[in-house]
């Protein structure tokens, strides 16, 4: 896959997209949303790939929020179709993608950057990265789900005081609110995301997708977690994986997924 802003490379069944625009501290501009609209399709339809990792090309930005000289000019209906079409081709589609996806935060996470790697799956995060939700620093609000993924993941109280201060916090205080789940040097910040993709990769992905969908569910309007998951375990026990899974525990071998 040949693209102008994102570099995306497969190692046997573990692919990772590289957002590759470094002079604007990566920034997310139309042709780079669009961009990892589709190499997230791509490789959500290829059977090979088990996990995606999702960083920053460059040591000093994860991503720096969404490109602002693109929408300094919008109307207030230019602004809503902008956030509407993020949401729906990048931000909403990872969080619901059936991979797991990892971000792997290499430096600033702002706005829309933290905001995208809120959508990833889960969290880790070189020593040397920076997050936070600026927005309103700009007479703006977050608009990528910030205002509803950041107060599931650290509590509404925080999530008020980052959003309203506009500040940053290191790599450690995200660990501390639960933004992120480890925290390593920059050297052995994709090692340990590797480290983690593969210990998910010796597991069920039939399994892991329908635990993403039933973990998901909790967070969605009008949809009982409790019901789907009962949906999803229920569905589970008509897969190969499950055969296979159980087949190995009793006869006392490794399952081969
Ligand atoms: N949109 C567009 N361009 C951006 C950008 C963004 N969100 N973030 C950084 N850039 C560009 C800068 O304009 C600069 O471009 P230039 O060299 O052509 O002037 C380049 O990236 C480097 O950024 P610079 O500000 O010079 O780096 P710095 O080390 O001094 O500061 C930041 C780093 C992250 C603190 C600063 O770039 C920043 O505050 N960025 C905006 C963060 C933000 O508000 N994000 C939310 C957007 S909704």
């Known amino acids: 896959m040949n693209f102008e802003n994102i570099l995306v490379q497969k190692k046997d069944s573990l692919a990772q997209i590289t957002i590759n625009r470094p002079k604007k501290l990566n920034a997310l501009n139309k042709t780079t949303i669009n961009e990892l609209n589709i190499a997230f399709e791509a490789l959500e339809d ?9 960083t920053g090309s460059g040591d000093k930005a994860f991503v720096a929020g969404a490109d ?6 919008f109307s207030v209906e230019e602004g809503g179709g902008l956030a509407r079409l993020g949401h729906e081709i990048l ?12 971000a792997a935060v290499n430096g600033f996470a702002l706005g829309g950057g933290l905001e995208l790697a809120m959508s990833c799956h889960f969290r880790i995060a070189s020593d040397n990265a920076k997050m936070g939700l600026p927005e309103v620093s700009l007479g703006v609000i977050p608009g990528y789900g910030g205002t509803q993924r950041l107060p599931q993941l650290v509590g509404k109280g925080k999530a008020m005081e980052m959003i309203m201060t506009a500040g940053m916090i290191s790599a450690e205080e995200a660990k501390d609110a639960g933004l992120v789940n480890h925290v390593t040097s920059q050297d052995e910040l994709l090692p340990l995301a590797e480290k983690i993709a593969s210990k998910i990769m010796r597991n069920s992905s039939v399994a892991i997708s329908a635990a993403i969908r039933a973990i998901n569910a909790g967070f ?25 899974g ?7 071998r490794k399952p081969n997924f």
């Open 46 to 54: 290829d059977e090979d790939v088990r996990v995606i990792i999702l």
């Open 68 to 73: 602002i000289s693109e929408f300094s000019h």
């Open 91 to 102: 931000f909403d589609y990872v969080e619901n993608l059936a991979t797991p996806v990892i």
């Open 220 to 244: 969605k309007d009008g949809v009982n977690g409790f019901d789907l998951e009962i949906e999803e375990f229920g569905e589970c026990f008509g897969t190969d994986d499950f055969k296979e």
């Open 246 to 252: 159980t087949s190995a525990f009793l006869g006392k």
